[in-house]
């Protein structure tokens, strides 16, 4: 519409284009278009929500594996400078958890 108003038609070429125009927007070919768009629109929706799951999903368990290995570390670190140090208590460590915390995502609609 903007565009035929900055045309220079005279009045009735711009009724003519305006008719052509809602013609077409109130049209079958106008609404198959639309209705291909937001279907694909949703679709990718769709696939990029299941993606970051899994993504999230991988990253979670390689989190979880570097959590237990840095906790292991720690204690093969904390009895290893007990034993050395001649200290019985070592069979008694606990190791602390000094990993970062988990960040949960948000929950996507």
């Known amino acids: ?8 038609l005279s009045q009735f070429q711009r009724e003519a284009a305006v008719k052509l125009t809602l013609d077409y927007l109130e049209g079958p070919q ?3 278009s639309m209705e291909a768009v937001i279907g694909e629109t949703i679709e990718v929706y769709r696939d990029l929500k299941d993606e970051i799951k899994r993504h999230y999903s991988t990253w979670k ?8 290995k840095h906790e292991e570390a720690s204690v093969v670190k904390d ?10 208590e070592y069979k008694n460590l606990v190791p ?14």
């Open 79 to 88: 009895t290893t400078k007990a034993v050395l140090s001649g200290e019985e």
């Open 1 to 8: 519409m903007v565009q035929i108003a900055k045309m220079k």
């Open 96 to 109: 602390l958890p000094s990993f970062p915390a988990w960040v949960e995502l948000p929950v996507l609609a």
């Open 61 to 68: 368990k390689r989190y979880k594996s570097y959590a237990t």
């Open 30 to 32: 106008f609404t198959n």
